[in-house]
């Protein structure tokens, strides 16, 4: 937030900078062109009396600046005296003095208050406009990197999105079949409840706990867990062996325990854990797994039921 007394402060004493500096520029050039009109008077002067005296220093005389000097030079003299001296000088300096430095002077210290006044607006604007800049560039960023967020990641439960669990699935097949690993994909759908008197917010609340559990239940960096339909949820599991049933169930079971409302909680999982072979891919694996998931569901829910293929069953390749 911008401080604005400071920004007052700051903008009155740029002023009295500028009209200070404008005053001084004033006063330079009005003492500077007087000074100048002086001299040339007193060059008029000397030429004026240098006939009338005999024993004059014409160096010295060359270097007056103004008549008093011009009058240490030349006299007091019998050819001319202080009183004559003046009387000749008096109207040749007058007639050289005009309104012309003051004119001068007034321009230059208007154009110099102008100028300045300019200069410094347009640094404090350019400073202000790259304060606004950076701000921007930050919110920007800020922007960009919560919309990436949101690219890939569900917004009630904070897991990763069906999108990127899509992209991820088929990167994690290619890697299985480069690496020769297995490859485990669970299929999570809530079982729905018969009566059809839920309170308002129930099926967030569902999903937000089921997600917890899921979180839980993974420790490896490459592991994922997405949300990808409002009552399905997936997880990807990377070089698991054939024992991933026992986590399917120890999953169900711990959503089973959990009471929400009134309301126990139940989940049907299908899992699948395929062996790398020129058939794993990410329409493979996923119709695998949704065919057991099927099977569950149809089986009364609350159900496991895994497909899951021994390295001995099939012809393993690199190739994919």
Known sequence: MIDTRQTEIRSRIQTIVILVVSILVFIALFIGIRSYEERVAVQAIRLAIEHRVDQVDYEEAGKAKDIDTLWSVYGPQKELTEEDFYRLANPIVDSYHTYLPLFIALMGGVLSFVVLGMGINTAVRARHLRKVLESKDVEL??????????????????????????????????????EFSPLTLMLIELDKFETEQLPDGF?????????????????????????????????????????????????????????????????????????????????????????????AIHNGGGLVRAITEDPLDISVTFSN
Request: with cysteine.
């Open 141 to 178: 960023k800020r922007s960009q990197e919560k919309l990436a967020s949101v690219a890939v990641t569900d917004e009630q439960t904070g897991l990763a999105n069906g999108r990127h669990f899509n992209q991820v699935l088929s990167t994690e097949c290619r890697r299985a079949v480069r």
């Open 203 to 295: 099926s967030d609340q569902q999903a937000c706990l089921v997600a917890e559990v899921l979180k839980s239940a993974i420790s490896r960096p490459g592991d994922l867990v997405a949300r990808i339909d409002t009552s399905r949820f997936a997880m990807l599991l990377p070089a698991t062996n054939e024992q991933s049933p026992v986590l399917a169930d120890r999953l169900c079971r711990d959503i089973n325990d959990i009471e929400l409302a009134g309301h126990k909680l139940s989940v049907s999982i299908g899992t699948s854990t395929m062996q790398p072979s020129a058939l794993l891919t990410a329409d493979y694996i996923l119709a695998q797994t949704e065919a057991a998931l099927n099977e």
